[in-house]
C-alpha cells in the first residue's frame, strides 16, 4: 500500500473516530468547471448584498492561496438533522441546522483535533480547517470527493443520508489517495424547485440567493421587500422546504451530537410566545445558537413581516 493510500485511510479512520457521518478526499487543484459559473452568478448579482461572495474570488477556486502547497483536500460530513421538531405547528419555524449550539464552533473545536491526530500520527503535515467560514467552495469540493452530488436545489444530496448535514474541510500539504465522484441521482424529479414559494431557483441547480428565503430571514439586513409578503410559510429563521421535499431525505437519520440538541423551552414556544418574544428570552434561548446571526432586532423584524 502506498503512504498516500495508508494515509488517506488514517484519516478516514480519524474522521470516523470523531463522529463525522462521511469523508472524502479529492486533488488540491483549481476549480476551472466552478470558475465560470461561480463568475456568472455574480455578474448577475444573484448573491445579493453578501458581499462576501464576491471577495476572495481566486482563493474560492485554488485552495493553494489558502494552504501554500496544498495537494489533498479533505471533505467531511456531520449530521444535524433532529429528532423531532417544535410541538407548536402554527409557532413561527426556524431552519433544523440552528436548534442547538452554533455549528461553527462545535466543529470546529473537532478539526483541531483531527488535525492534531494527523500529525500525532503522520508527523509534520501543514494545513488549514474550514466549515462554512472562509471562501472555500465546499460543495464543489465535497462532490469532488464523492460524497454526494449537487442537487437541483443546489444542496449536497448524499444517497444514504440526503441532505441535513454540514460540510468542512482540511486542505493540507499531504498526499493522499483520492476519491472518485458520484452521478446524479436528482432525475427527472422536480420537487424542490416546484415547492420553493420566492421561485428562488431560476432553473435547475440554478439558484437566485437573493430571493432565498434564508437570505431575506438571515443574509438582508434592510426591509424585507413587501412583495413577497405572504410568501414565507412561517419561516422566520432560514428555510427547509427544498429539504423537506426532497425524496432523499427519507433517509436522513437523527444526529448523536449532545450540543445540537434543542432545549425545551424552545422546542415548545407557542406562537404567541414567539411574537411577544423579548430580548431577554432572546440572548437565553440563542445565546450559542446560529440564530444570534440575525440578532434580536433581525428576529423581530422577520416575526413582524409573518404577521
Known amino acids: 500500500m502506498s503512504s498516500a493510500a495508508r494515509h488517506a485511510a488514517m484519516v478516514k479512520e480519524i ?10 478526499i479529492s486533488k488540491a487543484g483549481f476549480l476551472d468547471e466552478e470558475a465560470p459559473r461561480l463568475e456568472s452568478w455574480l455578474n448577475q448579482n444573484q448573491h445579493g448584498q453578501m458581499g462576501y461572495m464576491a471577495r476572495n474570488f481566486d482563493k474560492r477556486l485554488d485552495p493553494a492561496k489558502l494552504v501554500p502547497g496544498a495537494k489533498s483536500v479533505v471533505s467531511l460530513l456531520y449530521n444535524y438533522f433532529p429528532e423531532n421538531t417544535p410541538e407548536d405547528a402554527h409557532a413561527p419555524k426556524i431552519a433544523r441546522y440552528a436548534y442547538g ?8 473545536d473537532k478539526l483541531f483535533v483531527f488535525m492534531h491526530h494527523i500529525q500525532d500520527q503522520i508527523g509534520t503535515v501543514g494545513g488549514r480547517v474550514f ?17 454526494g452530488w449537487v442537487g437541483k436545489n443546489t444542496n ?12 468542512a ?15 446524479d441521482h436528482c432525475g427527472s424529479c422536480t420537487a ?19 430571493k432565498c428565503i434564508s437570505y431575506f430571514t438571515i443574509e438582508l439586513k434592510d426591509a424585507i421587500p413587501n412583495e413577497v409578503k405572504g410568501q414565507f410559510d412561517n419561516w422566520a429563521f432560514g428555510c427547509d422546504i427544498c429539504q423537506e421535499v ?16 434543542p432545549t425545551p423551552e424552545f422546542m415548545n414556544m407557542t406562537k404567541s410566545d414567539w411574537n411577544e418574544v423579548t430580548e431577554e428570552v432572546f440572548n437565553r434561548l440563542f445565546e450559542v ?10 428576529l423581530k423584524r422577520n416575526l413582524e413581516f409573518l404577521k
Open 169 to 183: 474541510e482540511l486542505i493540507l500539504d499531504l498526499e493522499l489517495e483520492t476519491d472518485g465522484t458520484v452521478t
Open 246 to 261: 426532497c425524496p432523499w431525505n427519507r433517509f436522513a437519520t437523527p444526529h448523536e451530537e449532545p450540543a445540537f440538541q
Open 289 to 298: 445558537s446560529a440564530v444570534q446571526r440575525t440578532g434580536f432586532d433581525g
Open 101 to 108: 449550539a452554533d455549528y461553527h464552533h462545535v466543529i470546529k
Open 156 to 167: 449536497l444530496i448524499r444517497k444514504q443520508n440526503g441532505s441535513y448535514f454540514f460540510i
Open 192 to 210: 424542490c424547485l416546484d415547492a420553493c414559494p420566492t421561485d428562488a431557483f431560476v432553473a435547475p441547480y440554478k439558484l437566485d440567493a437573493s
Open 131 to 147: 466549515v462554512d467560514s472562509a471562501p472555500v467552495l465546499e460543495k464543489a469540493w465535497a462532490a469532488k470527493s464523492g460524497l
Open 15 to 24: 474522521a470516523q473516530k470523531l463522529g463525522f457521518m462521511a469523508c472524502g
